[in-house]
């Protein structure tokens, strides 16, 4: 398992972020993996994590898995997202998702939120369109490799 770069301003994975939620997202390659305690600050109601918290960590999940695979950077097209029994709150929840399909220039990816006891708390599916080349350039300059060791990000590391 490797980990994934990090944009050091991003409210998922982001280290400069102080609201952020600084998550580590790691890949064999094939699947991205990240795991994550939420504190009372990310509960909608009575220590249940927000669903657009729950949301933001799938959504961003699922467009490095279509990265990995293809070694394209993506934006978001549509997100679904189905709750199956409450996120509690104080807890390591698990995440993993994988690249799905490709149509066209279309990513297709599918994630998974589960607990500690491996129940499954929220699936999720989205589509993802690849950001051109130009941005993309722009984009991975200000990337960073976790740990950090102050070499460029490329294609190659996503």
Same mark, same amino acid.
């Given at each position: 398992?490797?980990?994934?770069?990090?944009?050091?301003?991003?409210?998922?994975?982001?280290?400069?972020?102080?609201?952020?939620?600084?998550?580590?997202?790691?890949?064999?390659?094939?699947?991205?993996?990240?795991?994550?305690?939420?504190?009372?600050?990310?509960?909608?109601?009575?220590?249940?994590?927000?669903?657009?918290?729950?949301?933001?960590?799938?959504?961003?999940?699922?467009?490095?898995?279509?990265?990995?695979?293809?070694?394209?950077?993506?934006?978001?097209?549509? &997100?679904?997202?189905?709750?199956? =029994?409450?996120? $509690?709150? /104080?807890? #390591?929840?698990?995440? *993993?998702?994988?690249?799905?399909?490709?149509?066209?220039?279309?990513?297709?990816?599918?994630?998974?939120?589960?607990?500690?006891?491996?129940?499954? &708390?929220?699936?999720?599916?989205? =589509?993802?369109? $690849?950001? /051109?080349? #130009?941005?993309?350039? *722009?984009?991975?300059?200000?990337?960073?490799?976790?740990?950090?060791?102050?070499?460029?990000?490329?294609?190659?590391?996503?």
């Amino acid at each position: 398992m490797r980990n994934l770069p990090r944009y050091k301003k991003c409210f998922v994975c982001g280290k400069e972020n102080p609201i952020g939620l600084n998550v580590t997202f790691k890949t064999d390659n094939k699947k991205v993996y990240a795991s994550i305690t939420l504190d009372n600050r990310y509960i909608g109601y009575a220590d249940r994590i927000h669903g657009g918290i729950a949301a933001s960590l799938l959504d961003e999940i699922m467009g490095w898995s279509c990265s990995v695979v293809t070694k394209k950077l993506y934006y978001t097209a549509e &997100l679904t997202v189905k709750y199956k =029994k409450p996120i $509690p709150s /104080n807890c #390591e929840l698990f995440f *993993e998702a994988e690249m799905a399909a490709q149509k066209h220039s279309l990513c297709l990816a599918k994630a998974e939120l589960r607990d500690a006891q491996n129940n499954i &708390l929220a699936q999720a599916n989205g =589509k993802y369109f $690849p950001i /051109n080349d #130009e941005s993309e350039y *722009e984009i991975l300059r200000m990337l960073h490799h976790e740990p950090e060791d102050n070499s460029p990000v490329t294609k190659d590391d996503i």
